[in-house]
């Protein structure tokens, strides 16, 4: 049974994999489902139809995503999208889990609550039940996150990688998990930690984007053309609605009234 006292800081691996199996449970009624609405879904799942067939590379659209082009090359069947659906799924439930460790980390007491709520949130749900780079790129970013937190550069460095294998925008976490990585109170190691950060991140991007040089030249470091993107105001309603949902309104409500009798106890009283 999941207890309080498994959701504790101190708690050992048990709530954790409690933790993982209610994430991947609760996205299971939407993983038999269709691929989703995104067009990038179709035009992904053709690129790797491609790769089973020919066996030659093509990016699906530029950079490209070689990483996941291939990977659903492996598992796309039959217009079958439990395999493609379920590697989203999957990733999300690992990257609740290094999420977890991170909290846990910084002493975050019930971390696993925590983020299993994360994986709740709208955007991180919708996006968990596709066919779509974005939970296999974050998972991979999570964990490199943890593991630059505790002193495993190298595994981070492979880590972030292969996250922007999976999408290259992933590459620019490079950044901050440099200044993670920095200790002013030794910065000769720090900066040996960030050139290890930097060789092994970089390094491992490059290999993960051979196949895309062969065979399309250094022209690939382009993004495909964005035909009508949405004005400010728009972007601002999206990113309310979209990430949070409309109903979070209520949530946030409630948010920041217990952070106004949190600080100011007095200011509802006679």
Do not use: H
């Amino acid at each position: 049974m999941w207890t309080t006292k498994d959701l504790s800081p101190e708690s050992k691996s048990g709530s954790l994999i409690y933790l993982a199996l209610l994430v991947l449970v609760t996205r299971i009624p939407w993983i038999f489902a269709g691929p989703g609405l995104d067009a990038d879904t179709y035009r992904v799942l053709q690129v790797a139809k491609i790769i089973q067939d020919t066996g030659i590379y093509e990016v699906s659209r530029f950079p490209g995503y070689p990483i996941y082009e291939y990977l659903l090359a492996l598992v796309y069947y039959s217009e079958n999208f439990l395999m493609t659906n379920g590697i989203s799924a999957i990733s999300t439930a690992v990257g609740a889990v290094f999420l977890a460790l991170i909290l846990r980390r910084s002493k975050v007491p019930m971390a696993e609550l925590i983020a299993f709520g994360f994986s709740l949130i709208p955007i991180v749900f919708n996006n968990s039940v596709v066919t779509m780079d974005y939970l296999p790129a974050l998972a991979l970013v999570v964990a490199s996150t943890y593991f630059v937190l505790t002193n495993k550069i190298i595994t981070a460095g492979i880590l972030l990688g292969l996250a922007a294998g999976v999408r290259f925008s992933s590459v620019f976490m490079l950044i901050p998990l440099c200044v993670l990585a920095f200790d002013s109170r030794n910065v000769a190691i720090s900066l040996k930690r960030i050139m290890v950060l930097c060789f092994f991140g970089i390094g491992v991007t490059g290999v993960c984007f051979l196949p895309v040089i062969a065979r399309y030249g250094m022209g690939f470091v382009k993004f495909s053309d964005i035909v009508a993107y949405p004005s400010f105001e728009r972007l601002v309603m999206l990113g309310y609605s979209r990430v949070w949902g409309s109903f979070s309104i209520f949530g946030w409500i409630i948010f920041f009234a217990a952070g106004q009798l949190q600080y100011f106890p007095n200011a509802f009283q006679n």
